[in-house]
């Protein structure tokens, strides 16, 4: 499976942005998908994830009632809405996908796209 996130860019503190992640060679509904973070110098962090029809989504404390995931199973896309965007929220945005892994492990998470840069000025 591929992955390749877009969306990413420059915006002001309180703005919004969408990110999208595309999924090729692979049975999209078969996985659950996510998003992770990478500030400079620092580990991965779990963001978001949501499973395979949707029914649950996941949040880390710090974007819950910011951020929203969703999926569209049709078009392989995973998206990360971002609302009221915080300097804290500037980093590299990865998204992921695994038929079933530990959601807020980093390890656990077989696919990774190559990331896409938020960078939010304040």
């Known amino acids: 499976v591929q992955l390749q996130a877009s969306g990413g860019g420059v915006v002001q503190a309180g703005a919004s942005l969408r990110l999208s992640c595309t999924a090729s060679g692979g049975t999209f509904s078969d996985l659950v998908m996510g998003w992770f973070r990478q500030y400079p110098g620092k580990e991965r962090e779990f963001v978001a994830a949501?499973?395979?029809?949707?029914?649950?989504?996941y949040y880390e404390d710090s974007v819950k009632g910011r951020f929203t995931i969703a999926r569209d199973n049709a078009k392989n896309t995973v998206y990360l809405q971002m609302s009221s965007l915080k300097s804290e929220d500037t980093a590299i945005y990865f998204c992921?996908?695994?038929?079933?892994?530990?959601?807020?492990?980093?390890?656990?998470?077989?696919?990774w796209g190559p990331g896409t840069e938020v960078t939010v000025s304040s």
């Open positions: 949501i499973t395979w029809t949707s029914s649950s989504t």
């Open positions: 992921v996908g695994d038929r079933s892994p530990q959601i807020r492990s980093t390890s656990a998470w077989k696919y």
